[in-house]
């Protein structure tokens, strides 16, 4: 299958940074990139769809002047979580989609201190 | 817009059974259908997945049915194996740039 990378794998900052996490697809080209949150024992929470060129769409109860994404090219979109608080910790997971098939980055775990 | 139920929540086994996960799904529009295995940390992976114009469909010991009638979609695993323990999620999606909705994951643990 497609590959999709993700960086930092695990990032740890302080209350009121920000942190910037890039997702990308290695060996395709992928207009849509989706990004999700998963609290542990649950499922995945999309927070937004990601098109090359464009605005992201956010889903509902998703802040998006706090949730930063940019997709300036079809092999890349990060999301930059600003003013990061305690409760923004949690494990981020990035998408790509080729075709039909829709496979994952590795994930970043963020832990805010 | 769409909406994934999955059941059960937790699935215990014991080595060389089979089990099975089941899914509905609400939006008769949605034509494809994957199943993804996530342990714990790390990626969910695909695993398998069926698209609308097939009832069923195998690799080795997972199978995946789809009733359209119905709107269910299963998940098979036989002769389960330890390393078969993970959290296992169904999703539906039907075109463009729709994103996949998820269900809420079923928790396979796999008795030695």
């Known amino acids: 299958g497609a590959v999709v990378s993700q960086h930092p794998s695990r990032v740890i900052c302080k209350s009121g940074t920000s942190v910037k996490i890039e997702c990308r697809s290695l060996d395709f080209q992928a207009t849509t990139m989706f990004w999700y949150r998963q609290f542990p024992k649950q499922s995945l929470m999309l927070m937004a769809t990601?098109?090359?060129?464009?605005?992201?769409?956010?889903e509902q109860g998703v802040e998006k002047d706090k949730f930063l994404i940019n997709h300036a090219s079809l092999t890349l979109s990060t999301l930059t979580v600003t003013s990061a608080h305690p409760e923004d910790s949690s494990f981020y997971i990035c998408?790509?989609?080729?075709?039909?098939?829709?496979?994952f980055g590795p994930g970043t775990r963020l832990t805010v201190t | 817009g769409e909406n994934v139920e999955q059941h059960p929540s937790t699935l215990s086994v014991q080595e060389g059974d089979s089990a099975v996960i089941k899914c509905t799904y609400s939006?008769?529009?949605?034509?494809?259908f994957p199943w993804y295995k996530q342990e714990l940390g790390k990626r969910p992976q695909l695993i398998i997945d069926i698209r609308s114009n097939v009832g069923e469909k195998k690799d080795q010991r997972i199978a995946v049915t789809l009733n359209k009638t119905a709107k269910h979609f299963s998940l098979h695993i036989t002769e389960t194996q330890p390393e078969d323990s993970a959290v296992y999620f169904c999703a539906a999606f039907y075109s463009g740039n729709t994103p996949l909705v998820f269900g809420k994951g079923t928790r396979l643990s796999v008795i030695a």
């Open positions: 939006d008769s529009a949605s034509n494809y």
């Open positions: 998408s790509a989609r080729q075709d039909y098939e829709q496979y």
């Open positions: 990601s098109n090359e060129g464009s605005k992201a769409t956010y």
